[in-house]
């Protein structure tokens, strides 16, 4: 629990922040929007361009690269739109850089931004031509490379394999992994435009097909969002290469310390029985029996989703020669495994010992999996089903039953708790719903219990998998970190990111996953703060989210860095994982929005100049004896605020001093009485406490955005003209030296400038938006003084009071 003078500043605080109004209270701040490409191969340079707001003055990016042992250089290259105002880095990826998805940050005037993701790999990597929008303009690839593309608005990009009979071949497009907008969609084709395969990316999973070539040829994929909507920020990856394609397997969890038989279900298995294939969401697929230990396998790194993120897993790959599948997740069970045994139609229980972890799956339309147990009254039991987390697209109901026996009329059950989602440890602007059922259960008597658990959306299939664990409690938690807002504009959600001005605040809203029926307090702390930044520690009880305040001192230096939330309970010790919103939503009743797991959170200490910044000039330790009245000198520094300013103070008991300071004043006295009734304060004691106060100021955003997106728009144009005169000028009776050759340009002209005027009207589109936001607007912020300490001696007995 919270020191109680913490915890009446904190209630304080929260009615002060209440009473501020609807403007926006925190500078502008750098968000990244898009990084393109969004990987690259190790040991080699890639030129990549970022687009965003606020990133006036880029002078490089941030990796999270260090806690892997490897650092990703790179320097700006010279702008011709905007030499001041650059967007474009060459980075070299070291060749000992470990494969895997790493935050990113631009480093610019206003401090670090918001991240996305960069994807580091050991396959040769290349740049979609941008032209692939017809087969005639299809972009040949081949197995073995990865392809960065972007998908366009209104269009598929296109791209050609050459196949000989037999070659089998995986392909993969990665999307959420990016923190992309894309929602990715394949279609393969043949030379006579028979499709072979589709897939889009749903529950977790990236878009993926595969395809053993009938016969030598061309074969052609199309690529696209599923809305067809592209441009910056809609990223893909697409892996293509030889080998097996695995879609899952089926026990999905290993017990640690056992070598375990698994089932693969995939396509191009070798060694697979084709005589046991089975049907799949209408896809036949093939199926292997491999065996493999936990111990065995590397860490499973999820991408993307947060939930799924919090269960541990490792990583198999089915190896055939020197092809590689794809990796699967194989999931660390928490008790003695047992798989589910299919008592068909008939409904029968499966009898069980607990602790056990069960592997089962909805084998039928509308099944129901019951299972037994013996328990004695006072148990307690942590029953818990994943599902959703693990990437599978069961919604899990638990219904637990007592069952009687009676000569007469038989068994007889009788429900006695259920469980249904574990609900949303989020908030409306950055949700965490998980559909998956967990309970903690008291046995309220010795007996026969029940676990009966269905499937909400009634589908049944080979992939309809679920973990089912029933064992004592393992208390324990997960905890989520995101960049917060002072205060919230009705229904808006914005991408935020931690950055300071001298005298400033920001906030970072930490929820916590709370595992096993634990209800224990939680104590926050930040690792990695610079001098100058102060966070007071917080505590959270039994709820389930606690905000925590970083201020600047006013002398405070310019910093960027990364940081990381820790959260200790007793022997329990967890580092936060970061959240991030993929685009803002500036009404979320009526847009839909994304939310995503970050690999870094940043912070930054900016060069902007506080509109007001608060400075006591004297000393920062006071000492008055209870009955006294102290008078603290205080200064203000205006940069842009006028009027008057009122000095609050926050971190005291009681009732708030304040100072009010006139309009073309800069200095006043905040005066302290103790010992009287509703004034600070009552009793002896020492307490830490900061001035603050708020200021209005008119914002007029940087124009690189603007910029950027012109160039790009006057490029469009020009490609649009050039097509124009391409369609007009050809006639059938040219004199050309080759009219089959003006006719085919014709042609081609014509079936690509709808593509190109879509784009044009999406860049059109986007310049409205970035107009909407760069009209200046009025900001409120806030400003705090350093950390002041004061000390309240007792009154002497001897001395009269009043």
């Known amino acids: 629990m919270l020191p109680k003078n913490t915890r009446i500043a904190a209630v304080k605080l929260a009615v002060l922040v209440a009473a501020i109004g609807s403007l926006p209270a925190q500078l502008p701040v750098p968000v990244l929007e898009s990084i393109f490409p969004a990987g690259g191969q190790a040991g080699t340079s890639v030129v990549v361009t970022v687009t965003g707001e606020e990133l006036e003055g880029a002078t490089g990016l941030v990796f999270s690269t260090s806690e892997q042992g490897f650092s990703i250089t790179g320097e700006v290259l010279p702008s011709t739109e905007s030499p001041e105002h650059p967007n474009r880095f060459r980075l070299h990826i070291p060749a000992n850089a470990k494969p895997g998805c790493y935050g990113v940050h631009v480093q610019c005037t206003k401090g670090l931004s918001s991240p996305r993701h960069f994807m580091v790999s050991t396959t040769p990597e290349l740049l979609e031509s941008g032209l692939n929008h017809t087969r005639e303009q299809a972009m040949e690839i081949s197995p073995g490379v990865i392809v960065n593309g972007q998908t366009d608005e209104s269009a598929s990009d296109i791209y050609r394999l050459e196949l000989k009979a037999g070659e089998a071949v995986r392909i993969s497009c990665e999307s959420e992994a990016l923190a992309s907008r894309v929602s990715a969609g394949l279609v393969l ?30 074969y052609f994929l199309h690529v696209s969002d599923f809305t067809y909507r592209g441009g910056p920020g809609y990223n893909y990856r697409l892996e293509v290469a030889r080998g097996p394609l695995v879609s899952f397997l089926f026990p999905p969890a290993a017990q640690p310390g056992k070598t375990g038989t698994f089932t693969l279900y995939g ?30 396998l590397e860490e499973f790194v999820g991408h993307g989703r947060i939930r799924p993120s919090m269960v541990q897993a490792r990583s198999y790959r089915l190896q055939n020669g020197e092809e590689n599948s794809n990796a699967i997740p194989v999931g660390i ?70 069952l009687s026996r009676d000569g007469e009329s038989g068994e007889t059950m009788t429900q006695v708790a259920s469980a249904d989602d574990l609900g949303d440890t989020g908030e409306r602007r950055f949700p965490l719903p998980c559909g998956d059922a967990a309970i903690s259960f008291k046995v309220p008597e010795d007996g026969t219990y029940q676990v009966s658990i269905l499937n ?59 595992q096993g029926g634990f209800e224990g307090e939680i104590d926050l702390s930040i690792d990695g703060l610079p001098p100058g930044v102060n966070c007071p520690p917080a505590s959270m009880g039994s709820g389930r989210d606690t905000t925590l305040t970083l201020t600047a001192n006013p002398n405070a230096q310019r910093w960027d860095g990364l940081i990381a939330v820790q959260g200790t309970s007793g022997q329990l010790k967890r580092t936060a994982k970061v959240g991030m919103l993929l685009h803002r939503a500036r009404d979320f009743s009526k847009e839909s929005y994304s939310t995503a797991l970050a690999r870094s959170l940043s912070l930054s200490i900016s060069d902007s100049k506080h ?41 005291l008991p009681h009732k708030h001093p304040e100072l009010k300071i006139p309009a073309g004043s800069d200095s006043g006295s905040l005066v302290i009485a103790s010992g009287k009734e509703g004034e600070f304060p009552q009793e002896a004691g020492t307490w830490t406490f900061r001035l603050t106060t708020e200021a209005t100021f008119q914002h007029e955003p940087g124009p690189a955005a603007v910029i950027h997106a012109r160039a790009e728009q006057t490029r469009l144009k020009t490609e649009e003209r050039k097509l124009l005169e391409d369609i007009q000028n050809y006639h059938p009776s040219t004199t050309a030296e080759n009219p089959g050759e003006a006719e ?17 009207r999406g860049t059109a589109e986007r310049l409205k938006v970035i107009a909407e936001r760069k009209r200046a607007s009025s900001r409120k912020v806030r400003a705090y003084s350093i950390p002041l300490n004061i000390t309240i001696k007792p009154r002497d007995p001897a001395t009269p009071s009043g």
């Open 267 to 296: 396509r191009n298995l070798p060694g697979s029985d084709p005589s046991k294939k089975v049907r799949v969401n209408n896809r036949l697929l093939d199926t292997l029996e491999v065996t493999t230990s936990i111990e065995a």
């Open 611 to 651: 509109p007001v910044s608060i400075t006591i000039p004297e000393k920062q330790d006071y000492e008055i004896t209870l009955g006294e009245t102290l008078e603290i000198p205080v200064k203000v520094l205006r940069q842009g605020a006028s009027g008057e300013i009122i000095i609050r103070s926050e971190g």
């Open 744 to 760: 085919l340009s014709a042609v081609e002209a014509a079936r690509r400038l709808p593509v190109l005027q879509s784009a044009i």
């Open 333 to 402: 069970a928490s008790a003695p495994v047992v798989l589910e045994t299919e008592t068909g139609t008939s409904g029968e229980p499966q009898s069980i010992q607990p602790p056990c972890e069960i592997q089962g799956r909805f084998n039928r339309t509308r099944d129901v999996d019951r299972y037994r147990f013996e328990a004695s009254k006072d148990d307690e039991l942590w029953i818990e089903c994943l599902a959703q987390r693990i990437g599978t697209p069961v919604d899990p109901i638990l219904t637990i039953e007592r």
């Open 456 to 514: 909400l959306a009634g589908r049944g299939g080979m992939d309809q998998v679920y973990r089912l664990a029933i064992r004592e409690p393992e208390p324990g938690f997960e905890l989520l970190a995101i960049p917060w807002r002072q205060v919230h504009i009705k229904n808006e959600v914005d991408i935020l990111t931690p950055v300071l001005s001298p005298g400033g605040m920001t906030q970072i809203r930490v929820f916590a996953i709370r």
């Open 189 to 218: 084709y043949s030379a006579i435009g028979q499709e072979m395969d589709r897939d889009r990316n749903n529950s977790d999973r990236n878009a993926q097909i595969a395809i053993t070539a009938p016969e030598d040829g061309s």
